[in-house]
């Protein structure tokens, strides 16, 4: 069993900058991927940026340049740099670890809002 927890989101003014945490713990040895999702408002969760077990990183196109994803795996934990907020950027950001029994643990979700 994988648990995760995020941690580091808050408030922000537009062009700013905040990094997040997911802690992983439990069995998270069996974690082969983990991914950052998010939810806006009246929209469906979407995934943001997702990084291997071994390094490797993808992102969408709207975060693409500004946020960074990066993973300490002998601390098993994520971390998501986002540069250069914009408002739009408001949502609830989840992370995901996908272990290797294909099952997906997600944590409580934290709070971004990008507002001056």
């Known amino acids: 069993q994988v648990q995760v927890v995020e941690s580091g989101g808050g408030l922000v003014q537009p062009g700013g900058s905040l990094r997040l945490s997911c802690a992983a713990s439990?069995?998270?040895?069996?974690?082969?991927?983990m991914g950052w999702y998010r939810q806006a408002p009246g929209k469906q969760r979407e995934l943001i940026a997702g990084?291997?077990?071994?390094?490797?990183?993808n992102y969408v196109d709207s975060v693409k340049g500004r946020f960074t994803v990066s993973r300490d795996n002998a601390q098993n934990t994520m971390y998501l740099q986002m540069n250069s907020l914009k408002p739009e950027d408001t949502a609830v950001y989840y992370c995901?670890?996908?272990?290797?029994?294909?099952?997906?643990?997600w944590g409580q979700g934290t709070q971004v809002t990008v507002s001056s």
């Open positions: 995901m670890g996908y272990s290797d029994n294909h099952k997906r643990s």
């Open positions: 439990g069995s998270a040895s069996s974690i082969i991927a």
């Open positions: 990084i291997s077990s071994g390094g490797s990183t």
